[in-house]
């Protein structure tokens, strides 16, 4: 049995365009692109990752009729292997976003195949309101994606790039002749061959170099497909892991340090980092920093976290500082504290996990992961609402 993969329920978000103009695509180079989003989504398959993918019309091009977009390609590539997907992964297989013309845009030859994709428990919907704009729909895809892989398009691949960056998720560009060497993937990749730029790409756990990966997938003609395959897994299973920031007190000499501690040591690091497969980011002064500064470094990591652990026992301004930063921002946020705690008018009326010190280890983190549970799919504080729709 294959050990459990890094990709495991992790949401993988491919896209891209070709442009039309074959002289900068040629048909051979789109094939070979095809072919290579076939045997890298049958990978994933099987490493149990799962996938958002747009819902929406197949534009061809005028050339040679072959398709520009490859969300199709995806959705098929899906079921063509779903056989060989773990059967423990958690959460849906893949997030449809579509916007509410996408019905009728479907390509016919690929009705049946979302009339039956649709009706399975395996796939959630997730609508674009009314909004018929790439934008919103980009929006939706970059909120539930967990990392970009790109190819070939213009703006619209830069576009969902600087979202997936700003939220702090991983952008692997692949420098495939689809697309002109000055715009969407290929763009992104010559960005990252500036080895102090690299970074900002996407960061390798346990210290890794990223400009060497990035210079491993310029994959060159007479690689096989197969071969393509294994290296751009092996960097996606190398990429540093989601994090969840801790907020919570630091400080030794406080009263209260020694049950926090506990509870972090006990209960929270177990479940994050050995179960659900992030890593959880403290800020204590004994890290390398990326930083100059370390208010600098907590709130650059606080911003580009996925989840945030806002323990506030002891009641430390710093603590409630971070927890406004994260709730401001819209992060899905789980408040903590010890059961007993002090805690202030504002805090004592937001749902929150007031763990024990008593109790097996065991039980407090069953306790632990319900309140996860429960806070993943909790809206923001403040609903951002548009004007008009």
Same mark, same amino acid.
């Given at each position: 049995m294959m050990a459990r993969s890094?990709?495991?329920?992790?949401?993988i978000h491919i896209a891209g365009s070709v442009v039309d103009d074959i002289t900068v695509a040629a048909r051979g180079d789109v094939e070979q692109a095809r072919q290579q989003v076939t045997a890298l989504v049958k990978?994933?398959?099987?490493?149990?990752?799962?996938?958002?993918?747009?819902v929406d019309a197949e534009p061809t091009r005028s050339a040679d009729?072959?398709?520009?977009?490859?969300?199709?390609l995806v959705w098929k590539a899906i079921k063509d292997n779903l056989a060989q997907r773990p059967s423990d992964v958690p959460g849906p297989l893949a997030? /449809?976003?579509? @916007? @509410?013309?996408?019905?009728h845009q479907i390509p016919e030859e690929c009705v049946d195949l979302w009339d039956e994709l649709r009706a399975s428990p395996l796939i959630r919907i997730e609508n674009a309101a009314h909004w018929n704009m790439a934008s919103k729909?980009?929006?939706?895809? /970059?909120r539930f994606g967990d990392m970009l892989i790109a190819l070939g398009g213009t703006e619209g691949v830069l576009y969902l790039a600087n979202l997936y960056h700003d939220a702090g998720k991983p952008v692997v560009p692949l420098d495939l002749p689809l697309c002109?060497?000055?715009t969407g993937a290929r763009r992104l990749y010559n960005f990252g061959l500036t080895s102090t730029q690299t970074r900002r790409l996407f960061q390798v756990a346990d210290d890794g170099d990223a400009h060497d990966w990035i210079n491993r997938i310029r994959f060159l003609p007479r690689q096989t497909v197969a071969d393509r395959t294994a290296v751009l897994i092996e960097l996606l299973e190398a990429l540093e892991r989601p994090t969840v920031f801790a907020v919570r007190l630091l400080n030794p000499s406080l009263p209260d340090f020694d049950d926090v501690q506990d509870f972090f040591d006990v209960v929270v690091q177990p479940v994050i980092e050995g179960e659900l497969g992030y890593?959880?980011?403290?800020?204590?002064?004994?890290? /390398?920093?990326? =930083?100059?500064?370390?208010?600098?470094?907590?709130?650059?990591?606080? =911003?580009?976290?996925?989840?945030?652990?806002?323990?506030?026992?002891g009641g430390r301004p710093n603590c409630f500082l971070e927890l406004g930063y994260a709730l401001g921002r819209g992060l899905p946020t789980m408040v903590m504290a010890r059961e007993g705690s002090d805690l202030p008018f504002d805090i004592t009326t937001f749902s929150g996990h007031h763990w024990k010190t008593a109790g097996s280890a065991e039980d407090r983190r069953? /306790?632990?992961?319900e309140h996860w549970r429960a806070i993943r799919n909790r809206p923001s504080l403040v609903p951002a609402e548009p004007l008009i729709s």
């Open positions: 890094p990709l495991f329920a992790r949401r990978e994933l398959v099987r490493r149990g990752a799962n996938f958002v993918i747009p009729g072959l398709p520009i977009c490859f969300d199709w997030v /449809a976003i579509q @916007h @509410h013309k996408s019905e729909r980009m929006e939706a895809q /970059a002109p060497e000055s890593r959880l980011v403290v800020i204590d002064g004994r890290q /390398a920093y990326d =930083h100059s500064r370390i208010d600098q470094e907590i709130f650059a990591k606080l =911003h580009r976290s996925s989840v945030v652990i806002a323990d506030i026992t069953r /306790a632990f992961r």
